[in-house]
T-cell receptor
Framework: DAMVIQNPRYQVTQFGKPVTLSCSQT?????MYWYQQKSSQAPKLLFH???????NEADTPDNFQSRRPNTSFCFLDIRSPGLGDAAMYLC???????????????????FGAGSRLTVL | AQKVTQAQTEISVVEKEDVTLDCVYE???????LFWYKQPPSGELVFLIR??????QNEISGRYSWNFQKSTSSFNFTITASQVVDSAVYFCALSGNAGGTSYGKLTFGQGTILTVHP
């Protein structure tokens, strides 16, 4: 089945030790997103890629970076994790939503199962 | 700015009861989309429904139904004859028409934790 796969599902790191979370998709979707969801909170968008174009949210800390080497893969890098970065990180994808095809469900996001990050 | 409010933080019901999850939104966009997602304990957000701002028809899908009222900026979700498997966190979300990639930028409500007891 086509899907969004995140690895690892659980990641434990030490304060300040860099972490990379990965996301792969078999849906061939143009857009990939990274959301951060802290305990008992709503998911918050960090950034997204529209094809190779990177779009950062204004309030996303510089500590968070992303790479998308090809259509199928996207990585979230946390350069120096702090205790406040402990969260579930959700990857999502959606189809191209250029004008005219929104009616086809183009902006429906398909989410992965998430990577839960613990910072010690 | 867009905002989604889910006033019910937690709801607890007994199996077979009907339950309604409330969602109120704010947006200045003329065209926008409303969503409901389900997040079971496994963590994955599962898409349930999308509604655009021009379509106020209510929708029913099995035990699920949605009531969209633009006049009150509400998009409520009802589960009929709830089951234990319905236990999850339910998020209402909104995306606007600021153009280009904004359509995919979801603003989520805080979520409602639904617990269905046997």
């Amino acid at each position: 089945d086509a899907m969004v796969i995140q690895n690892p599902r659980y990641q434990v790191t030490q304060f300040g030790k860099p972490v990379t979370l990965s996301c792969s998709q078999t849906l061939n979707h143009n857009v990939m997103y990274w959301y951060q969801q802290k305990s008992s909170q709503a998911p918050k968008l960090l950034f997204h890629y529209y094809d190779k174009d990177f779009n950062n949210e204004a309030d996303t800390p510089d500590n968070f970076q992303s790479r998308r080497p090809n259509t199928s893969f996207c990585f979230l890098d946390i350069r120096s994790p702090g205790l406040g970065d402990a969260a579930m990180y959700l990857c999502a994808t959606s189809r191209d939503f250029s004008s005219g095809i929104l009616g086809s469900g183009a902006n429906v996001l398909t989410f992965g199962a998430g990577s839960r990050l613990t910072v010690l | 700015a867009q905002k989604v409010t889910q006033a019910q933080t937690e709801i607890s019901v007994v199996e077979k009861e009907d339950v309604t999850l409330d969602c109120v939104y704010e947006t200045r966009d003329t065209t926008y989309y409303l969503f409901w997602y389900k997040q079971p304990p496994s963590g994955e957000l599962v898409f349930l429904i999308r509604r655009n701002s021009f379509d106020e028809q209510n929708e029913i899908s099995g035990r699920y139904s949605w009531n969209f009222q633009k006049s009150t900026s509400s998009f409520n979700f009802t589960i009929t004859a709830s089951q234990v498997v319905d236990s999850a966190v339910y998020f209402c979300a909104l995306s606007g028409n600021a153009g280009g990639t904004s359509y995919g930028k979801l603003t989520f409500g805080q979520g409602t934790i639904l617990t269905v007891h046997p």
